[in-house]
Structures are given as C-alpha cells and as structure tokens.
C-alpha cells in the first residue's frame, strides 16, 4: 500500500498491475483492525503448528513436497472447527470452479519510471531510447516497460506505445516529428530530394549532387542551405544559378549564395535592381504607409 485510507487506499502499481494481470481483486484490511482478517491469519497458526512443527528440511524442495503431501492427506480431510466439513470436500464441490486457470508463464514484472521528454523528442528508459510526440517536450511522462513494450503515459491517458529495446537502443516513430523536421531526424534523403525538386528543375539537379555521397545524410545540410536560398532569392534566380553552376561542374552551395549576392550586386549598379528589390521581405515586416505621417486639417 502507498496509501491506507478505509474508503479510497492507492495501491502500489506493480501490485496493481499484477493483481489484473491475474485476474483477482484486492481488499485490504484496514490499519490496527486486527478483526478485517482473523480467518485468513488463523490458518497461518494452524499450518505453521501442524504442518512444519517438528519437521526437518534439507532444502526448500522437500519442504514444498512434504507440504503439498500434509495439504492433501492430512489437513484436506481433518473436520474443521467452524464448517464442520472436510476442507478437500469442500473446496472441490464449493470452490473450485470460481478458480481461474493457472497461469502458463511467469509474470512478466514491468519497470516503472517516471522520465522527460527531451528536446530530441526521447525519452531514456532502462538506457534505451523511445520518442515521444512534440507536444509533450519538457514534460515528465510516465512509463511502464516490461520485456515486449514500452507504454508511454501522460497525466494517466497512454499517449504512446513502443517494442521493448535493449541497452542502447533506439525506437523512433516519424509521425512524433512534425514534418519540417521529420526528414533530417529519420534521414530520409529521399524526402529531401523531392522537397528540392519541388522547386525546380535545377534545384532538383543541384541537391542530387550534394547528395552524392557514399554517406548522403552528412551532406543533408547542405541541401536546407540550398532550400534557405530558394526561400531568400526566390526559386527562379536559384535555379539560374544552380544551372550556370552544374554547367561548371561546380558544386558548393556557398558559391551558389555568393553567385546570387553578386548578381543582385551587378544588376543594382547597372540599375537593373532597385534598392526595394534587394532588400529582403522579412515575415513580420511592417509596410512603409504605416511609419509615414499623416496630416491634420485645421478646422476654423
């Protein structure tokens, strides 16, 4: 028990667990009322009394045989005190068929954990890793683990559920990235290629070549930076440059930033851009109407 109340008591949760698991209920008694459980403890007194007293036990294996043998012949067939009928009568024609069956297989004790969401979108549990959706980063979930999965909890509502891994290991799910991210934490080169494609011809052409690499993750950098210009210039002037650039055999994404620099550079002192064209529009930019001043009539 972690909390003895008579109404509402809070059980421990590996108990918890293993009493569903099982099948059977749990009642306690209440503290320092020693009449909530006389009958159940009267047949410790009994079975220590006759069962062990006096007997001698090498090892543990002959004392569960012995037992097992005194249950059977000697204690099933006394009469009791109180039913005055033989307890083995009375559990075969009363009880028996209330028991569930015996379980095949030992139980499987689960951990129990409490851990928080990293900014990887991971968790660590048992030293191995599992992820967790986004909106839950900073938070401290709770975990239960047993040797096949891994059940993620928040606030008591299960919010994720992973294969158990070993030390070390690692079991992400994609979907727990939203998509802007997704593509760099899983490696998914693919994704990226067509992110650049999207743009354009030569986009497209430019990314397959930085991603050429017998280890095309490393150069995935590369290709955001790439994208971050498409962003910047717009996705007609990278694409001019990225086929001047292959024509070349050139393939560095600075020197397509630089090409794109120097071209907004060389038409503005041939006048062919205009201060307005070469600055960039930020996001949250305020129009030039809204600094300019507005004139007041006067009124006689």
């Given at each position: 028990?972690?909390?003895a109340?008579?109404?509402?008591p809070?059980f421990?949760?590996?108990?918890?667990?293993y009493a569903?698991?099982?099948?059977?209920?749990?009642?306690?008694?209440?503290?320092r009322?020693?009449?909530?459980?006389?009958?159940?403890?009267?047949?410790?007194?009994?079975?220590?009394?006759?069962?062990?007293?006096?007997?001698?036990?090498?090892?543990?294996?002959?004392?569960?045989?012995w037992?097992?043998?005194?249950?059977?012949?000697?204690?099933?067939n006394?009469?009791?005190?109180t039913?005055?009928?033989?307890?083995?009568?009375?559990f075969?024609?009363?009880e028996?068929?209330?028991?569930?069956?015996?379980p095949?297989?030992?139980?499987?004790?689960?951990?129990?954990?409490?851990?928080?969401?990293g900014?990887?979108?991971?968790?660590?549990v048992?030293?191995?890793?599992?992820?967790?959706?986004g909106?839950?980063?900073?938070?401290?979930?709770q975990?239960?683990?047993?040797?096949?999965l891994?059940?993620?909890?928040?606030?008591?509502q299960?919010?994720?559920?992973?294969?158990?891994?070993?030390p070390?290991?690692r079991s992400?799910?994609?979907?727990?990235?939203?998509?802007?991210k997704?593509?760099?934490?899983?490696?998914?080169?693919?994704?990226?290629?067509?992110?650049a494609?999207?743009q354009?011809?030569?986009?497209?052409?430019?990314?397959a070549?930085?991603?050429?690499?017998?280890?095309?993750?490393?150069?995935?950098?590369h290709?955001?930076k790439?994208?971050?210009?498409?962003?910047?210039?717009?996705?007609?002037?990278?694409?001019?440059?990225?086929?001047?650039?292959?024509?070349?055999?050139?393939?560095?994404v600075?020197?397509?930033?630089?090409?794109?620099?120097?071209?907004?550079?060389?038409?503005?002192?041939?006048?062919?851009?205009?201060?307005?064209?070469?600055?960039?529009?930020?996001?949250?930019?305020?129009?030039?109407s809204?600094?300019g001043?507005?004139?007041?009539?006067n009124?006689?």
């Amino acid at each position: 028990m972690i909390k003895a109340d008579p109404l509402t008591p809070r059980f421990n949760p590996t108990f918890l667990d293993y009493a569903q698991a099982r099948g059977f209920a749990i009642d306690p008694a209440r503290v320092r009322r020693p009449t909530d459980k006389p009958r159940v403890e009267n047949a410790v007194r009994y079975v220590r009394g006759a069962g062990f007293k006096g007997e001698n036990f090498v090892s543990l294996e002959p004392a569960r045989e012995w037992m097992i043998s005194w249950a059977r012949d000697e204690a099933g067939n006394r009469i009791h005190g109180t039913t005055r009928r033989r307890p083995k009568e009375h559990f075969e024609l009363e009880e028996r068929h209330f028991l569930l069956p015996a379980p095949e297989s030992g139980y499987d004790v689960p951990i129990y954990a409490d851990a928080k969401v990293g900014r990887d979108h991971h968790i660590s549990v048992a030293k191995a890793l599992y992820s967790v959706p986004g909106e839950h980063i900073g938070k401290t979930v709770q975990v239960r683990a047993d040797r096949t999965l891994v059940k993620i909890f928040w606030r008591g509502q299960l919010i994720k559920t992973h294969p158990r891994k070993q030390p070390g290991g690692r079991s992400t799910d994609p979907a727990d990235y939203p998509q802007h991210k997704r593509a760099y934490a899983m490696r998914d080169v693919d994704y990226l290629r067509r992110v650049a494609l999207s743009q354009g011809v030569g986009v497209g052409s430019y990314a397959a070549r930085l991603l050429e690499s017998s280890l095309p993750w490393t150069r995935m950098r590369h290709v955001y930076k790439l994208l971050g210009l498409v962003h910047r210039y717009g996705p007609e002037r990278v694409n001019d440059a990225c086929g001047r650039a292959l024509d070349l055999d050139v393939v560095d994404v600075y020197r397509i930033s630089r090409m794109l620099e120097r071209a907004l550079e060389s038409a503005a002192d041939h006048g062919g851009v205009g201060d307005d064209e070469r600055v960039v529009q930020l996001r949250f930019a305020r129009a030039e109407s809204e600094f300019g001043l507005t004139s007041v009539a006067n009124h006689d």
